[in-house]
């Protein structure tokens, strides 16, 4: 099976340099209990502004609640179900408006979102298995599906599971599933003590 | 020197489990620019939406660009800057308004900004550095200083270095500093398969 490890310069943590975002995804392995619960917490005990946890997850697992996961498979774009078919568990990642202590705009709401879905993530990575978020979805579909209250923003589907091989993917695929991962240079978004000096 | 393991209903990887936001930093112990790079390549691999990379850092550090640091400390507010004084390094985090590629909003800027500072954060974790994250800096003030472009949003201060004891600390912090970390519980944040439905 593909795996990609980044290129980086120094030698960081294995669990962050190994993670990617295959898309083939072995439709008859399930995801444990346990291990869903390991992403969770990973996801629950990031950082936040004021420690709001301003993220809300729904997760959707094929094998337990199936009316569930296709509700999030519905509104994933076309495209995306070509491969997110045979990931067993997709979850929904939600930020929240406002902060818990006062109601007012949080506006790291998404950011923090962004935090634990991260930290889910590196957590699949340790456990063997992978994620794939999707920005691909129908944000309008999953509110009325899911019946999302409106001070709420619908941010990510994640795809979870374990990684199949190339084959198991639609002809569109194939190809970047091989691909070497790519970053634009570090000195293009890391800047030495001013705007746009590239660090080197 | 205080650690604060996060108390989880199933094991987590190590990094992502003992990682937490001290305020106690070591004002004698400069980071490493190899260990710096090390943190930085770690969010430059983080995953982002069409792979756009919509963050920007500006990294100041104290020991090689004084002027950049001050700057940097200059725009926290007043209560942060009684801690964040002795870390040697703060680093702001900027994310874009658009893709790369059209040039149209793209809403999830923020999201991957704050993916790339988890992946920042837990790198710092396993070199033994720590992280303080901070949204209490004024954003304007950081436009102005920085020469921001226009179209950018300022979202955090990390605070980066190494951790020291909490007899550093200014009397206001000791307290919080040894205070057990603490989350809701998974069932307030997380779902099963439905809205409101605390996963279990």
Redesign the interface.
Known sequence: MQSKS?I??????D???T?W?PRAFAADKAVSH?DL??L????????S???D?P???????KN??A???QNAYASIVERNQLWAKNAPVLILAV?MANFNHNDKPN??A??????????L???AT?LGLIVH?M?GFDAEKTREL????HDC?P??MLAVGYQADVDVLHEDFKAIELDQ????T?GE???????GKG?E
């Not at 998404?110 to 930290?119: E, F, K, S």
């Open positions: 980044a980086t310069s120094v030698k960081i943590h669990i962050i340099q993670r975002s346990e619960l390991a969770l917490e990973a996801a629950r005990w990031a950082a502004c004021f420690n946890q993220w809300r997850f729904v997760v959707c697992d337990t609640n009316t569930s996961w930020a506006r790291w998404m950011y923090d979102t962004g935090a634990a879905c991260a930290n993530s590196l957590q340790a978020q920005g899911f019946h999302l209250p923003t941010m990510a991962r790519s970053r634009v570090l978004r890391f800047y030495a003590g001013q705007w660090i």
